[in-house]
C-alpha cells in the first residue's frame, strides 16, 4: 500500500511512529510527539491507520472503583459510623434514646446496625464498647479506603471493597479502557519520503473547477472496498418484499393478479369446489363462521346446481358425494379458507375466456398458535384455465416459478385434494432435503362443468409464511411477525 490514499494527520502519525518501530504508543505520548492538542485527531488517524492495518490497536480493560453518591457524601460530611462513633465518646448518656434525638430518622435506624458490626453492644439501656482503639482502627481503615478512591480494582482492599458494595450508592465498578498503538509491518513498509503532508483536497466543488488550484492539488484516494456502516433507514418488511417479488414473477410469467374479499359463503368456499358438507374442514374448530354476516344471500340456481352434484354427480358422470345437502350451511358466512375460492369465482364469471391468474392474500383458519402454525396467514394461488391445458403444463410452470424464486430443484408426487384430479404434491430441494411446498392439480368436472367453464383448469396453491421461513432461514413462523427491529434491520433485502 502507498501513502496516496493517507489523510494528512495519518501521515504525520504514521511518520512518527516509524521513528519507534517497537515501541507501543499511548495517546500522551502521540499527541506530544506529533503535537497535537486534541485528543480526537489522535483516536480518528490511529483508527484510519488501523482500518488500513498500517498499525495495530491495543486495547487494555480494567475495572476502575469510584465513589458513588453516598461514598461522596460520606468524604464530606464523614462516615456515619464515624460521627455516631464520636457521639458515643463524647456523650454522658449514650442511650438508644439519647441517640435517635441526636441524628436524624434514615441515620439512627441504620446507625445502630454499623455500631452492632464494630462491636459495641447495649448494656442497660446503654451503647458499651469493650475496646476503643479497635473501633477506631476500622473506621480510620473505612475512612482511608473512601479517600484513596478512584483507583483499580486490583488495587483496592478486597474486603473493604465488599464492604462498601454491601451499602448502596458507595462506590461503583466502571470498566476504562486505555488504548496503545504500535506500528505494523505494511507500516513500516511505506517510504517516509512519501508521508510528507501536503494540500490534499477531500470536496470537489464549482469553485475549484472555476479556478486553477486543482491542477496542482493531490485529490484524497477513497478505498471503496473498506467495510461500511448499514444505514438506519426505512425499508420494507421481508415479507412484503417477498411479496413483492412473487408478483414480478407471475407478471413476468404473463398472469394477472386477482384480489377479492376476505369474506365469503361456504358455498363458494366449499361447496363450489366438491368439498362434502360434512367435510371435517368445514368444522367449528377449524373454520372461521361469522355472526354479522352471519348468511349471505346465493341464486337459488346455482344451490341448487350445488345440491345435484354433491348429491349424485348431476351430469359429469361423478357419484357424488351422496346423503342431503342444505342450502342453509351452503349460505353461511365465514372468513375465506383459502384464495380458491375467489379463482373459482373469477372462472364462473368468465367460464370462455382463457386466463391465467394469480393471488398472493391473507386466509384465516383456527389454527393453534405455534412455530409452525397461524390462524391468518398468507397464501400464494394460480390459475391457467386455457384449451390444451394438461399436466406437463402444469409441471412445468411450477418449476419455472420456483427456479425464478431460487429452487432449481423440483418434484412433485401424487396426492389427494377434494376438488382436483389428478393431484399432486411439490417439493423443493432444500440443503440437501426435500421439502413440501405446496398442493397441485387440475381441476375436477365436479367443479367446473356446473359452472360452464370449457377448459381444463390447472391450479396450485402454497402458504407463503413457509417459503418465508425457507428464503429467511427460519425455524419459527411466528418470528416473521414479531417487532423485533434488530432483526428486521439485518435482513438482507430480499
Known amino acids: 500500500m502507498d501513502a496516496s490514499n493517507l489523510v494528512n494527520t495519518e501521515r504525520r502519525m504514521l511518520r512518527v511512529m516509524q521513528d519507534g518501530p517497537d515501541s507501543k504508543w499511548s495517546l500522551e505520548e502521540v499527541l506530544k510527539a506529533c503535537d497535537w492538542t486534541d485528543q480526537a485527531v489522535v483516536v480518528g488517524a490511529g483508527q484510519g491507520l488501523a482500518d488500513k492495518r498500517l498499525i495495530k490497536v491495543i486495547e487494555h480493560s480494567q475495572i476502575e472503583v469510584k465513589l458513588a453518591t453516598q461514598g461522596q457524601l460520606a468524604i464530606d460530611n464523614g462516615l456515619l459510623e464515624a460521627r455516631l462513633f464520636n457521639w458515643y465518646l463524647e456523650s454522658n448518656d449514650p442511650s438508644m434514646s439519647n441517640l435517635q434525638q441526636s441524628f436524624e430518622k434514615h441515620e439512627a435506624g441504620p446507625g445502630i446496625g454499623l455500631l452492632k458490626k464494630l462491636g459495641i453492644s447495649m448494656q442497660a439501656g446503654k451503647f458499651h464498647c469493650d475496646d476503643n482503639a479497635i473501633v477506631e482502627q476500622q473506621i480510620a481503615k473505612r475512612t482511608k479506603f473512601l479517600n484513596a478512591l478512584p ?18 450508592n458507595f462506590v461503583e465498578l466502571v470498566i476504562t479502557t486505555t488504548r496503545t498503538w504500535k506500528i505494523s509491518k505494511s507500516g513500516l513498509k ?39 456502516t448499514t444505514p438506519r433507514t426505512g425499508r420494507s418488511h421481508p415479507m412484503q418484499s417477498l411479496i413483492e417479488r412473487i408478483r414480478h414473477i407471475f407478471l413476468e410469467m404473463g398472469f ?24 371435517p374442514a368445514r368444522e367449528m374448530q377449524d373454520t372461521f363462521y361469522l355472526d354479522n354476516p ?25 357419484l357424488g358425494w351422496g346423503g342431503e345437502f342444505s342450502n342453509e350451511i351452503s349460505q353461511k358466512g365465514l ?12 372462472l364462473a364469471a368468465n367460464p370462455t375466456e382463457p386466463c391465467r391468474m394469480f393471488t398472493v392474500d391473507r386466509v384465516f383458519r383456527k389454527e393453534a398458535i405455534d412455530r409452525t402454525h397461524l390462524p391468518e396467514f398468507h397464501q400464494i394461488e394460480g390459475i391457467i384455465m386455457e384449451e390444451g391445458a394438461n399436466l406437463q ?47 397441485a392439480g387440475i381441476f375436477r368436472p365436479e367443479v367446473t362443468e356446473p359452472l360452464g367453464i370449457q377448459h381444463p ?38
Open 256 to 279: 394477472s393478479e386477482l384480489v377479492e374479499d376476505y369474506v365469503q359463503s361456504a358455498g363458494w368456499n366449499m361447496d363450489a369446489l366438491f368439498i362434502p358438507q360434512d367435510h
Open 335 to 346: 372468513l375465506r379458507t383459502h384464495t380458491t375460492v375467489n379463482t373459482i369465482q373469477h
Open 457 to 494: 383448469v390447472l391450479a396450485w396453491g402454497m402458504g407463503l409464511e413457509r417459503l418465508a421461513m425457507l428464503v429467511l432461514g427460519l425455524d419459527d413462523i411466528r418470528q416473521l411477525y414479531i417487532s423485533d427491529l434488530e432483526w428486521l434491520r439485518n435482513q438482507p433485502i430480499i
Open 151 to 168: 483507583c483499580s480494582q486490583d488495587e483496592a482492599d478486597a474486603e473493604l471493597l465488599e464492604h462498601f458494595k454491601g451499602r448502596r
Open 393 to 439: 403444463m402444469l409441471v412445468t410452470t411450477l418449476k419455472t416459478f420456483y427456479a425464478k424464486m431460487g429452487y432449481p430443484e423440483v418434484r412433485v408426487r401424487p396426492a389427494y385434494f377434494p376438488y382436483t384430479e389428478p393431484s399432486l404434491e411439490i417439493e423443493v430441494k432444500w440443503r440437501g432435503k426435500w421439502l413440501e411446498l405446496g398442493g
Open 190 to 228: 511505506i517510504d517516509k519520503n512519501d508521508l510528507v503532508e501536503t494540500e490534499v483536497i477531500n470536496q470537489i466543488t464549482p469553485e475549484l473547477l472555476q479556478s486553477d488550484n486543482w491542477k496542482d492539488a493531490e485529490f484524497r484516494a477513497f478505498d471503496v472496498t473498506l467495510e461500511s
Open 294 to 318: 352471519k348468511s349471505l344471500q346465493l341464486p337459488e340456481e346455482l344451490m341448487q346446481t350445488w345440491s345435484a352434484i354433491h348429491r349424485s354427480g348431476g351430469d359429469t358422470g361423478s
